[in-house]
């Protein structure tokens, strides 16, 4: 996943120390500055153990016989994590070991490369699951679709950090200079460069091909987007399935190692025993929490529709600030648990073989009796704060009539409303898109003005 910091605050990063902020947050409960930091800037944590905070993080571990680096962030990041990488340490980079194939934690290898070469040392050693080669494969695939998605969610927050930036080359997901896998394991690999070993595990969590380690040398865990400091990104509503369960099963492997040091890709790092299984602990309990809810629903027969409006997170888990749902959220993930667990049908016999959105809503507003009518109903609900529902009605307003530029007027308005009253970056990038594309809709029917310029 990829994050930016909280647009709101314009104070910014005033503890340049991550471990000294994330010693504060976790102590007091509640975080007073921005714990996803975007700064491209190096802090060393211990002898040996350094963190750049970017896109994605780079974590970076000297031993004898050169650097191990866990991720590469993303491709416009990767020549700045690089860089900040170089004034730490001149030696050469032996392994480069990706946590999962998300292109903000790949995509700047081809800067990683471009950094050894320039340097005179031979091009690192890749290190990642065997699953990492067939995700990358999938972009190749799907690569309109993920050009496509990606606009939509990065498209609702703040512009400050670039986020179209993802991808490397104009028109393409996976840039031409991202390096694939030298080395890929299915179960565990202890990777041993000079006389620090790397155990690495395999667990389904954000994705499918996820790497999280142990560093016994350091009793450090690196652990990817297992940990990220907002509400675990396990539903993504436009991405593949994700794996809740399985996420929290792999926390709880993680704590029985009693680390004294989490590395995560976003967020801070951690550092003391207690503090390290107390974040594990909250983000296993808020999935476990998720995932036994709904299947006892399931389990009992209920529909799609009743376990979204009944399942929740505790307030107490959610208010934390390494649970906050800014990113992803809950909602989501129940419905990706539903997929997961269950077949695509929601349990409602009409949508089973639906009648089509367009004849369904030509039929609604005929009804209603006028497409006023509709768009009218939606604003009142949208300036009662019912966006749920006003959204469901200006969509039945467009889609009778796409043509119109009054449906597409109120629909422009009620989704750049809903966008800022969202709180998740995944609903308001899909509330903001909606938006421009009725403001763009109106737009075309505009005559065309560009004769009558001298
Ligand atoms: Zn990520």
């Not at 498209?155 to 703040?158: E, L, N, R």
């Not at 986020?163 to 031409?176: D, E, I, K, Q």
């Not at 749902?325 to 959220?329: I, L, M, N, S, T």
């Given at each position: 996943m990829s994050l930016h910091p909280k647009p709101r605050d314009s104070t910014a990063v005033r503890t340049a120390d991550p471990l000294e902020l994330s010693a504060r947050v976790i102590a007091s409960g509640t975080a007073d500055e921005p714990t996803n930091r975007v700064t491209n800037t190096l802090t060393e944590l211990d002898d040996g153990i350094a963190v750049v905070e970017s896109f994605s993080h780079m974590v970076a571990f000297s031993t004898e016989a050169g650097l191990v680096c866990f991720d590469a962030s993303g491709a416009l990041s990767g020549a700045a994590v690089a860089e900040a990488l170089r004034r730490w340490s001149k030696e050469p980079v032996d392994s480069l070991i990706y946590t999962h194939g998300h292109m903000d934690h790949v995509g700047g290898s081809g800067a990683v490369a471009a950094d050894a070469e320039a340097l005179g040392h031979r091009p690192p050693r890749v290190v990642g699951h065997a699953n990492i080669p067939v995700r990358l494969q999938r972009y190749e695939d799907t690569n309109g679709y993920n050009l496509a998605i990606n606009a939509r969610q990065f498209?609702?927050?703040?512009r400050q950090l670039n986020?179209?930036?993802?991808?490397?080359?104009?028109?393409?997901?996976?840039?031409?200079d991202t390096l694939w896998p030298d080395v890929t394991y299915h179960d565990h690999l202890t990777v041993s460069v000079g006389d620090t070993d790397f155990v690495l595990h395999h667990d389904k969590g954000e994705t499918d091909d996820h790497t999280w380690a142990w560093v016994p040398g350091h009793r450090a865990l690196c652990v990817g987007d297992f940990v990220t400091w907002v509400f675990p990104n396990a539903g993504n509503p436009q991405k593949v399935q994700r794996y809740p369960l399985e996420w929290a099963r792999a926390l709880r492997r993680m704590q029985a190692f009693e680390a004294e040091l989490l590395l995560p890709a976003h967020g801070l790092p951690v550092r003391g025993t207690a503090e390290v299984n107390l974040i594990l602990g909250d983000l296993a309990s808020a999935l476990e929490g998720l995932v036994d809810a709904t299947l006892e629903l399931m389990n009992d027969g209920e529909s799609l529709d009743t376990i979204i409006q009944s399942v929740e997170v505790s307030e107490d888990l959610l208010s934390k600030p390494w649970l906050q749902?800014?990113?992803?959220?809950p909602e989501f993930v129940v419905r990706n648990i539903w997929r997961l667990y269950g077949g695509w049908w929601d349990l409602n016999p009409a949508k089973l073989k639906s009648a089509g959105e367009a004849a369904y809503a030509a039929e609604i507003v005929r009804l209603v009796g006028s497409t006023e009518k509709v768009i009218s109903r939606a604003q009142e609900m949208a300036t009662a704060g019912d966006f749920r529902l006003a959204c469901e009605l200006i969509e039945l307003a467009t889609t009778a009539e796409p043509e119109s530029v009054a449906a597409h007027g109120a629909r422009a308005e009620i989704y750049a409303a809903r966008r800022r009253i969202e709180r998740s970056l995944m609903a308001k990038g899909i509330y903001a898109a909606a938006s421009r594309e009725s403001t763009a809709i109106i737009e075309s029917t505009l005559p065309d003005q560009s004769d009558q310029t001298p």
């Open positions: 498209g609702g927050v703040s986020l179209g930036s993802l991808r490397a080359g104009a028109g393409r997901f996976v840039g031409a749902p800014v990113y992803d959220e």
